[in-house]
């Protein structure tokens, strides 16, 4: 394995003070001794529950290479056998470490924000980008004040191109992580009602998108939904943060990366698309409209980074759903197959709004019947109770058979659901596992919608357990 640092190399970036015999060889950054890898160098960062610090010790039996730590914290270190940075602030030395590794670079760099498919739309550049060469891309959704650093601090120095998901819940929090990352590409998916509890309006959650225009190259472009009513706003914000292209992806046909052409099927997608003035076809391994939106995104992101798209189309072909974000896991019932679709990471009203069609697209077998299990839309603020409520005419315009429903804000579903309608309510996930599993019967499709924090993702686990999938466990979607 390739060293990703030299020691010396970090205490240059980081501007720190060493002891002890620095190594020749880092091969990676790490800030959770549950991950760790020999030969990583250890950022002992203080978060809000932890403080790295405390596992100083851990770090080095798991085979750390070296210590990034604070000055004030040395005394309480005691003597580890370790070479060790000191600086200090440790989060500070990650940042600049990070600010190195783009310094450095000679990689296309796309970063990707908006209220929903932030992380498919990372996931679905770095799956397509890998077949035209070296991708590096932020794991899980490092989208925060430490992620994105974090992901930079890994980026080797010989990747073609790198992705990055950038991620707020406030104003403000954007702008900082997007002049460190300096992309070539600003992507802003889509604007919806996330996090509404923190903002006044939705064009207010525009501008804080918009923030990630601010970090563009000077040579850079912003590609932005021109499906989105809200297109204009940003494209104008694009504009007073100096981006001097301005791109758009859509159906509309003011898009620059437009779609002409879309088949949608239960378990992919077939879609004509006009990509700088060239027709490309595609098949999407993933179902959904809204990961037809996003391959849009994909393939103007490409075309802007100087990637083959029509080898970039290809790989579409083969892209799948992410776990909590739509993937699907085919379970086994004596008398008959379940289909399970996991959407249990992340829920606002646009997210929802596409999941609850991605229940509807997907053929019951049997007898089965289309059940949607459906828990707190988090962050929403004042706003909570009437955009819960209103999600029972999104339901009404399914073919929805069941609604099982669990949190506090989605009693307010609960009660404007209209009489009639098979459903039940339980205060949590933990009170609605025996109900959904003592629901469930063959040739049902079940898909399990939530915010991370509701808990759902016990759900999906219980009825795996229950329901073992078939081997192989996820469908490829």
């Known amino acids: 394995m390739s060293a990703l640092w030299s020691g010396k190399e970090l205490v240059e970036s980081t501007g720190g003070r060493p002891i002890g015999v620095m190594p020749d060889a880092v091969l990676g950054i790490s800030i959770d001794t549950r991950s760790l890898g020999r030969g990583d160098a250890f950022f002992a960062i203080k978060g809000e529950a ?16 070296l210590l990034v730590v604070a000055e004030g914290k040395l005394p309480a270190l005691g003597r580890l056998n370790a070479p060790m940075i000191v600086v200090p602030d440790v989060l500070a030395a990650l940042e600049k470490a990070g600010a190195a590794a783009r310094a450095r670079s000679t990689a296309r760099i796309i970063a990707v924000t908006g209220s929903a498919g932030k992380t498919t739309t990372k996931e679905a550049l770095r799956h397509c980008l890998s077949q035209v060469g070296k991708v590096h891309a932020s794991a899980a959704s490092f989208n925060n ?10 980026m080797p120095a010989d990747c073609d191109f790198a992705v990055f998901e950038i991620g707020m819940n406030h104003a403000g929090e954007i702008r900082p992580l997007v002049r460190l990352v300096r992309p070539h590409v600003a992507i802003v998916t889509l604007i919806a009602a996330a996090h509404l509890g923190h903002f006044n309006s939705l064009d207010d959650i525009a501008a804080a998108k918009a923030e990630i225009f601010e970090g563009v190259a000077p040579d850079g472009a912003a590609l932005i939904n021109y499906d989105d009513e809200r297109w ?25 990366y437009r779609l002409t052409n879309v088949s949608l099927h239960p378990d992919h997608s077939l879609i004509t698309a006009s990509i700088a003035g060239r027709e490309i076809a595609a098949r999407i391994g993933a179902p959904g409209r809204h990961i037809v939106q996003n391959v849009l995104a994909v393939l103007g992101a490409a075309d802007l980074v100087g990637a083959d798209v029509e080898q970039v189309a290809l790989a579409l072909a083969t892209l799948s759903a992410e776990a909590g974000r739509g993937r699907r896991h085919r379970l086994t019932h004596p008398d008959g197959p379940i289909t399970l679709i996991d959407e249990s990471y992340n829920a606002n009203p646009a997210s929802m709004k596409a999941a609850m069609a991605l229940l509807d697209a997907t053929p019951v077998t049997g007898e089965g019947r289309r059940i949607a299990v459906l828990g707190d839309m988090l962050e929403l603020g004042i706003h909570s109770a009437k955009l819960h409520s209103a999600l029972a005419d999104l339901v009404e315009g399914t073919r929805t058979d069941i609604v099982l429903l669990a949190g506090p804000e989605m009693k307010s579903l609960a009660e404007a659901l209209p009489e009639g309608r098979r459903f039940e309510y339980r205060n949590g996930a933990e009170d609605l596992k025996a109900v959904l599993i003592d629901t469930v019967r063959p040739g049902d499709v079940v898909m399990i919608k939530s915010s991370k924090g509701i808990g759902f993702s016990k759900l999906v686990d219980a009825l795996i357990r229950q329901f073992p999938a078939d081997a192989g466990n996820a469908t490829p979607s």
């Open 50 to 65: 932890m403080d790295g610090h405390d596992f100083a010790t851990a770090a080095v039996k798991a085979g750390a290479s």
């Open 232 to 256: 204009p706003l940003l494209a104008r914000l694009a504009g007073h943060a100096g981006v001097e292209k301005i791109v758009g992806f859509g159906e509309s046909e003011a898009a620059d």
């Open 145 to 154: 004040h430490w992620g994105v650093p974090l992901t930079l601090a890994r």
